[in-house]
Each structure stands twice: as C-alpha cells, then as structure tokens.
C-alpha cells in the first residue's frame, strides 16, 4: 500500500522562527492536504493542493506540491505558541482502488516561549 | 454553518461487545469518510461512503462495517470488540469523494 514519510517526527523550536517539514511517498498522489490537530480534537484543515507544482498560502502558512508528485512540504513563518500541535500531511489518489486519504505519522511541534 | 458532529464523544466497551457511532456531516455534504486514529498506526482510512453507497474500503477485518442515510449521515459499527479496538474513530465529510475532508472531533473507544 501506499506510504507517506512525514518529517521531523517532532520539532522543538523558539517562538518567532521559521518551521518547515515535508511529506514523502513511494507512489503519487492527485491531491495533498495538510492537518493540524490538537489534543482531544479531529484535525483541522489547514491548506488543500490539487495540482502538482502549487503553492498555496494561509496566512503564515505555505505549502507545496511536488512536481513529481510525490512529495509536498509546509511552512510556517514567525511562529506563534498558538501553532503548537501536531501537522498531518494526507495525501490522495483518485485512481480507482483505496482512495481513502493516506496519512503520514504527524509532526508534533513545540514552541519554547 | 455546523461542522461535523460525531457522537458520543466517549464510549467504554467490553471485550465481545459490539458498537455503533454516529456522524453527521456538514450540510451539503455527499461523502462520508471514517479513519481510526491510534499511536501506534496513526490514522488509518477504513471506509467512504457517497450517496449511501460504499465506494472505498481500508484494510480492515469485516467487523468493521458502516452504512449512509440519504441525509448524508452515517455510522460505523464494530463487532466483537478487541482490546486492539481502542482508538479515536474520525468521521470526515466532504462536498465529493476527491474534495477537501473535513473532520469531526471523533469518537474515543476505549475497550476493557
């Protein structure tokens, strides 16, 4: 089955810096998505990608898909202790077969004031 | 305009028993999806539903089922429960089976 490599596992970081992780897979995908989800809460959808190549902003927040396809990375500028949480990549491809969302293990940010 | 609702929001089980958890999805949305989210495996896809029909499953044992209403709304169910079983069970809805997910706050299962 289809596998998404998220990285860093975890990040520990000084409020006002730059973050960035990024998302790889053995197989392509259609569509990229990135969560953030916070204890005790569902993920919330932070930006969604559907072409190869995009880069999309929200706020502090860009990402991009990958040209091959394969991969995609999130950044985050000027962090804010409220950006503390965990970051899903999730990833899509509609091309028949399980088509659920593939998730990758997350990465747990932490911001040290 | 509400988000996804799941309930309960906890839910203790025995071991062999079965259960049924709720999710209502955002107004207008078809596409039901449900995930198992564990710290072991992380999230999981387990199935999509869209227009009351199952188009997707994951790689899950048959006794994990769900179904969908023509409102939209669905549930899952598991059958003979497993200590394995405990997780937090997300429901995520959508415009379409391709669009952006939205998830609910879920439902903890815990199983003693």
Known sequence: ?113 | KAGVTQTPRYLIKTRGQQVTLSCSPISGHRSVSWYQQTPGQGLQFLFEYFSETQRNKGNFPGRFSGRQFSNSRSEMNVSTLELGDSALYLCASSLGVSAEAFFGQGTRLTVV
């Open chain 1, 1 to 113: 089955g289809q596998q998404l490599n998220q990285s860093p596992q975890s990040m520990f970081i000084q409020e006002g810096e730059d973050v960035s992780m990024n998302c790889t897979s053995s197989s392509i995908f259609n569509t990229w998505l990135w969560y953030k989800q916070e204890p005790g809460e569902g993920p919330v959808l932070l930006i969604a990608l559907y072409k190869a190549g995009e880069l999309t902003s929200n706020g502090r927040l860009t990402a991009q898909f990958g040209i091959t396809r394969k991969d995609s990375f999130l950044n985050i500028s000027a962090s804010i202790p409220s950006d503390v949480g965990i970051y899903f990549c999730a990833g899509r491809y509609s091309g028949g077969g399980a088509d659920g969302l593939t998730f990758g293990k997350g990465t747990h940010l932490i911001i040290q004031p």
